[in-house]
């Protein structure tokens, strides 16, 4: 059994935004449907935001990563060539790559699987909003 | 046709567990029950442990791992705003996020597809022991 | 419905290949087969070599990124124990461990779901050539 849906966020600029209900709600309206054991995919269709499950508790732990990643790989570094779209443009690409575009969640008794400290977010690597699509593939039996 | 485990795991604090062995029994058990071609999917409920895909001969590569690491990310580094649970608190968020809390391995002919020198071990990157909870699942025809 | 196959590539060294397409003709040959909706997985077998998303526009965006992982973690780093095989043998297990070995992507009415500027890419992270295998397991109804 499977199923699929686009979400679409329209992030303000460069920070995390919480999909964790979005997706769950995917999950419990699936739940007629009977998915009982099986997995879901979440997937981000751009080069310059990605995916990551995060401490959900304390909002301190995205604001350090953001400082790690300023730190990692600062915008405006002169390394670059890829400068196009800004100073942010590169960089964004490099913590999208150091991150990830995809993840899947176990879905067990019709739940995900997450543990209780999990969150999923979607990172925004650039300064200014944008719209961004996560598609989400769930399946199972 | 699903399959869903839960592997347990106490580590000893910050460092490398290899975990093929019980990944490959579960798919072993499963040859009973015919998954021929499908993936093998593995998950660890947690935002300060994380899987990785690592050469599986020589040990010092892990351990040169844990130095790069301590280099890229160090203890009680004074960025970092959320320290409650102490200086290797955030460091662990942040190696868990630039590795991985899942990944997917192809099963081929009733076999794990790794290559040769891949080992798929969970790292955990607290100072201290913990109890950590791997999701298996495991899906084919 | 299951479909696997493993593509090979000889690298001709440290940098990043395109498999975009090779991934596609997979997607299209099924169609016949008809995975209407699904995920195709892609796995890479080694340790010295990942899989990454990068944007396909600009082949700048690619050289910076081995510009960053030059900075990140050089050749020949003395920090390292694990030489045997060469001052690009360590940065290579971690190159890889930073970026991915294995990683999904949504089948959608038959087709690949890539965003406009995402391109699959095999990065060899040895400087010398070497023969790679990536598995290719793609799933649906």
């Not at 935004?17 to 009982?36: L, Q």
């Not at 690409?93 to 990830?100: F, K, Q, V």
Request: net charge positive; proline share 4%.
């Amino acid at each position: 059994m499977w199923q699929q849906k686009t979400i679409s966020i329209t992030s303000k600029g460069r920070g995390t935004y919480d999909i964790t209900g979005e997706i769950e709600k995917i999950i419990v309206n699936n739940k007629k449907r009977k998915i009982h054991t099986g997995l879901c995919h979440v997937f981000v269709r751009h080069t310059s935001a990605s995916l990551i499950l995060c401490e959900n508790a304390d909002s301190q732990v995205r604001m350090d990563l953001e400082h790690f990643m300023a730190k990692l790989t600062p915008d405006g570094n002169p390394l670059f060539s890829h400068t196009m779209e800004g100073p942010d443009d590169m960089p964004a690409h490099i913590r999208s790559i150091l991150t990830s575009n995809d993840l899947s969640i176990p879905i067990t008794a019709g739940q995900l699987m997450l543990g209780t400290w999990q969150g999923v977010y979607l990172w925004e690597h650039r300064l200014r909003s944008h719209h961004r699509q996560i598609v989400v593939t769930i399946q199972g039996q």
